[in-house]
């Protein structure tokens, strides 16, 4: 039997009534819109208006991230003397626009330009010799490695051997050992780094063209030629941003939200075809981005090669980049297929193993498995079963895998403490990779089950972080403003969840098969709710019930606020 996680705990976060009524006295706001932001920790006047109204002027310069200075004194002669500039990015939707960006942005500097992506299965993850030969055949004179790099020593010194020197861009923590011997590292990991730790390899990639425009005005490269306009690069930014799931707070918050902007104008032909094959119209927040965008950028890579995607990004031709984008739908409808095969194998393997069962992380692998889709799965198994989990692709002696964990079981740091036992490991606190032979699975399996069992409470389940209880009369009109300036949502800043008691189901039904549509009912206020994969037989008109829930705008027949429900209970 698959184990089900314990139903979600609920926990109201103590309320700040004092700081709440200065703050909303100060800023203007409604009480509880200024409770959600002391919840945040801006309790500060000053810190919320800056945090409500995100701006480009609140960016710290690039000056200001370490490793710059050495990058600047590579690439800026190299731009200047005609060198081609290899661009080296990886497969997954960060690496993607990473490389478009600094792509588009060496052509607007006037460069010759080649990139590499490597192939998921062939090449697999990092910058590794085969990659760096392909650039030198290709001839790249110097190389500029986007979101990869930080652990790929060997690749840096084969690059080195060929006489290309390497600028490594990336934002992956960085392993225990001596820093990669690159001629320049730019991390916002490293601990001496001014700039936010946060940015994802596509916000790296930003803050290097930033710079590096800075260094050739300087040099009046740009009195006889355009200087590229970086603003026009955020949608590229909000878009890899909000796939790597980085937390959306100091600058990763101003480059989302200005990228949107960007977004909305619809100036890259490619990501408005690719809005337009996934049904999204008009302006585009960070659901949008995370939910429809990018897993269709990530299908190329997942399932063929990212070239494709890149190629869309880049295009500036609608009618080329219609046909692209519906080549990715095409590709991510085969992802969704191939996935719910493997989910459904790995659900039968847990059944049949009584250690699986128990295990506080799991670690399984299957002959064959597509790699494309082991982190998908292995996310689909953590909302499963409430569990941090890895799961492997086993062929000819090699594992290949990807995992997902959930707060409290910091999953790179895991697999760091069993190096030992793998032949690469990278990633991050909520989603690393790992490859290894495959005989080591089992002692694999063993450690981070302990370790998680030593980290995480016993059968815990979830927890639901309540911002207030509410009164469905406090989430009137007055609301929206306040809600929409809270975005953009994301890790870190995510959507505010609220709960209430004492609702009256005014009227249910099931729609789309499994999503039950409610409308409920409080002392006269009257709102929609909508619980996804809902189908509670109790639940009816007539009924009493608690919810805990998302307050998100809806525009259907006027803008209005919906309840997007998290968890339901009977009675008050």
């Known amino acids: 039997m698959v184990p ?12 700040t009534p004092s700081a709440a009524r200065a703050l909303a006295q100060a800023l203007d706001l409604p009480p509880l819109a200024a409770q959600i932001l002391c919840h945040r920790g801006l309790h500060d006047p000053a810190a919320a ?33 005609g060198a081609v500039i290899g661009v080296a990015g990886d497969y997954d939707a960060d690496g993607v626009t990473a490389t478009a960006l600094l792509v588009e942005f060496f052509r607007a500097c006037g460069a010759p330009v080649v990139w590499d992506l490597p192939h998921r299965v062939n090449d697999g993850y990092g910058f590794k010799p085969p990659r760096a030969q392909r650039l030198a055949r290709a ?17 840096v010194r084969e690059a080195t051997r060929l006489g290309l020197p390497v600028v490594v861009t990336d934002h992956h923590l960085l392993p225990p050992g001596p820093l990669v011997p690159a001629a320049a590292v730019v991390n916002p990991k490293q601990e001496a780094c001014g700039l936010s730790a946060h940015l994802a390899g596509v916000g790296v990639a930003f803050y290097l063209a930033a710079g590096l425009r800075a260094a050739l005005r300087e040099t009046g490269w740009f009195e006889d030629r355009p200087e590229p306009n970086l603003r026009h690069s955020l949608d590229l930014v909000a878009l890899g941003t909000c796939a790597d799931v980085v937390p959306l707070v100091e ?19 490619g990501l408005a075809a690719l809005a337009k094959v996934a049904g999204r119209s008009g302006a585009m927040d960070t659901m949008d981005l995370g939910f429809y965008l990018a897993p269709r950028i990530n299908a190329a890579g997942r399932l063929d090669h990212p070239d494709r995607a890149l190629n869309l990004l880049l295009s500036p031709d609608s009618g080329e980049a219609t046909r692209q984008a519906q080549d990715l739908d095409r590709l991510n409808g085969e992802r969704r297929q191939v996935e719910a ?21 799991l670690v399984l692998g299957g002959e064959g498995w ?14 499963r079963t409430g569990r941090p989990a890895m799961v492997f692709s086993v062929q000819n002696g090699t594992a290949v895998g990807s995992g997902r964990s959930r707060g409290g079981f910091h999953l790179q740091r895991a697999l760091a403490a069993h190096a030992h036992l793998l032949t690469h490991y990278g990633g991050h606190a ?13 002692e694999l399996a063993r450690g981070l089950s302990q370790e998680a069992g030593r980290l995480l409470p016993d059968q815990e389940g979830p927890a639901l972080d309540i911002d207030a209880q509410v009164s469905l009369a406090e989430l009137g009109p007055e609301m929206l403003a306040p809600l929409s300036r809270l975005a953009p949502y994301g890790q870190a800043n995510p959507e505010p969840i609220l709960c209430a008691q004492s609702l009256q189901v005014a009227s249910a039904k099931i729609v789309g098969e499994k999503h039950l549509k409610l409308e409920l009912v409080q002392d006269g206020a009257r709102l ?8 509670e037989p109790w639940i009816e008109a007539g009924a009493s019930l608690s919810a805990a829930f998302i307050p998100r705008i809806s525009s259907f027949r006027g803008r209005h606020i919906e309840l997007v429900i998290e968890d339901l209970r009977p009675g008050s």
């Open 528 to 535: 929609p709710a909508i619980a996804f994969n809902c189908q």
């Open 4 to 15: 089900v996680p314990p139903p979600p705990t609920w926990r109201l976060k103590e309320p």
């Open 370 to 383: 597509h790699q494309g889709v082991l982190g998908i799965v292995a996310g689909r198994l953590l909302e």
């Open 139 to 155: 001839g790249a004179q110097v190389i500029v490695t986007a979101d990869c790099g930080i652990s790929d020593h060997e690749g």
């Open 251 to 269: 600058a990763n918050r101003v480059l989302v939200a200005e990228g949107l902007k960007v977004l909305s104008e619809g100036r890259r032909p």
């Open 341 to 361: 095969a493997i989910f459904e194998q790995a659900l039968e393997h847990i059944g049949g193993d009584a250690a699986l069962q128990e295990a506080a992380c």
């Open 49 to 81: 208006r800056r945090f409500l109204c995100p701006g480009l002027e609140q960016l710290l310069p690039p000056e200001e991230m370490l490793g710059l200075p050495q990058a600047l004194e590579v690439l800026t002669p190299a731009v200047r003397s």
């Open 430 to 442: 909520l989603a690393a990779g790992a490859t290894m032979p495959s005989d080591h699975l089992a």
